[in-house]
């Protein structure tokens, strides 16, 4: 079992940064291909970025390609969200999720997920 907790929303103005940090409790973390998915007001829920247990493999949705960063770091269970130059379309629900089975970018494949935090970008 995983469990997740995602941290760091908020409200920004546009152009500015926000960093969402995930923490997991569980022996098995550091197997886990690591997700960050969005989900705004009426449209599905997308994936935005996901990192291989390694951080050797590593993938970002189109509309955040060079504004979002993620990464992690095993030795303390956490995965991490920088966003940067944030626009108003970024304004969604973030979720963090874990995958212990593949490197997949389908919300069907997680089968652990966190409350999700608020990220609110202002015009």
């Known amino acids: 079992q995983v469990q997740l907790v995602e941290s760091g929303g908020g409200l920004v103005q546009a152009g500015g940064s926000l960093r969402l940090s995930c923490v997991a409790s569980?022996?098995?973390?550091?197997?886990?291909?690591m997700s960050w998915f969005r989900q705004a007001p009426g449209k599905e829920r997308e994936c935005v970025a996901t990192?291989?247990?390694?951080?050797?493999?590593?993938y970002y949705a189109d509309s955040v390609k060079g504004r979002f960063t993620i990464s992690r770091d095993n030795a303390k269970n956490t995965v991490y969200l920088q966003m940067n130059s944030l626009k108003p379309e970024d304004t969604a629900v973030y979720y963090c999720?874990?995958?212990?089975?593949?490197?997949?970018?389908?919300?069907?494949?997680?089968?652990?997920w966190g409350q999700g935090t608020q990220v609110t970008v202002s015009s």
């Open positions: 569980g022996r098995t973390f550091s197997s886990h291909t």
């Open positions: 990192i291989s247990w390694t951080s050797t493999r590593i």
């Open positions: 999720a874990a995958n212990s089975v593949s490197f997949a970018t389908n919300w069907a494949s997680y089968n652990y």
